[in-house]
């Protein structure tokens, strides 16, 4: 059974209320802007942003792993399977933000090592919880980008901090437009019936 709704983790946005869509739709919206955001200024000043490298990343993956808590506890009408599974890879992210916080001077490959895995963890995640409305292909798109990204990382975790910020810097950017349109289109036709 290769069918993901067979498992319990797809979010089927008919089977949830308009608020739980709404909700939903936030917090990719929320994902979605500050990794943008954070994208753009690595771009626009990977020089002035290479020291800061750590605490975007730790702070990137303590709120995406908060946004992922909280959707595992507070969105009732989506499967036991898919709000465990929330649940789970929000304490991994929060844990690997709080790490990327609290050692700052650490290597470069190790955080690149910490950034490969926390994305190929949010690349499964998308992949396996995508929804059955529109927005299923922003989030396939979201999870091939995100594990890609973190197996690229995983393979270079020595390359120089500039390598390390711009990829960062474009995947963050890719991913949170990716996150933007999957926002906008998740649910569409459950809350306009």
């Given at each position: 059974?290769?069918?993901n709704?067979?498992?319990?983790?797809?979010?089927?946005?008919?089977?949830?209320?308009?608020?739980?869509?709404?909700g939903?739709?936030?917090?990719?919206?929320?994902?979605?802007?500050?990794?943008?955001?954070?994208?753009?200024?690595?771009?626009?000043?990977?020089?002035?942003?290479?020291?800061?490298?750590?605490v975007?990343?730790?702070?990137?993956?303590?709120?995406?792993?908060?946004?992922?808590?909280?959707?595992?506890?507070?969105?009732?009408?989506?499967?036991g399977?898919?709000?465990?599974?929330?649940?789970?890879?929000?304490?991994l992210?929060?844990?690997?933000?709080?790490?990327?916080?609290r050692?700052?001077?650490?290597?470069?490959?190790?955080?690149?090592?910490i950034?490969?895995?926390?994305?190929?963890i949010?690349?499964v995640?998308?992949?396996?919880?995508?929804?059955?409305?529109?927005?299923?292909w922003?989030?396939?798109?979201?999870?091939?980008i995100?594990?890609?990204?973190?197996?690229?990382?995983?393979?270079?975790?020595?390359?120089?901090?500039?390598?390390?910020?711009?990829?960062?810097?474009?995947?963050?950017?890719?991913?949170?437009?990716?996150?933007?349109v999957?926002?906008?289109?998740?649910?569409?036709?459950?809350?306009?019936?």
């Open positions: 059974m290769s069918d709704t067979a498992l319990g983790f797809q979010i089927d946005p008919d089977r949830l209320s308009k608020s739980e869509v709404n939903i739709r936030v917090a990719l919206g929320i994902s979605s802007v500050i990794a943008l955001v954070l994208g753009i200024l690595i771009l626009v000043w990977p020089d002035k942003t290479a020291g800061l490298l750590a975007l990343f730790g702070l990137y993956f303590l709120i995406v792993g908060i946004v992922r808590l909280a959707k595992g506890i507070f969105s009732k009408g989506i499967s399977g898919s709000r465990t599974l929330n649940i789970v890879l929000g304490l992210l929060v844990i690997a933000g709080i790490f990327a916080l050692n700052l001077e650490s290597t470069v490959a190790l955080l690149g090592i950034i490969g895995i926390a994305w190929i949010e690349g995640a998308a992949l396996v919880e995508s929804a059955t409305d529109g927005s299923r922003p989030g396939i798109l979201f999870g091939v995100s594990i890609i990204a973190g197996i690229v990382v995983l393979f270079l975790p020595e390359a120089t901090v500039v390598v390390l910020v711009w990829i960062g810097g474009i995947f963050l950017v890719v991913a949170g437009l990716v996150q933007l999957q926002a906008f289109t998740f649910g569409r036709k459950s809350t306009a019936a």
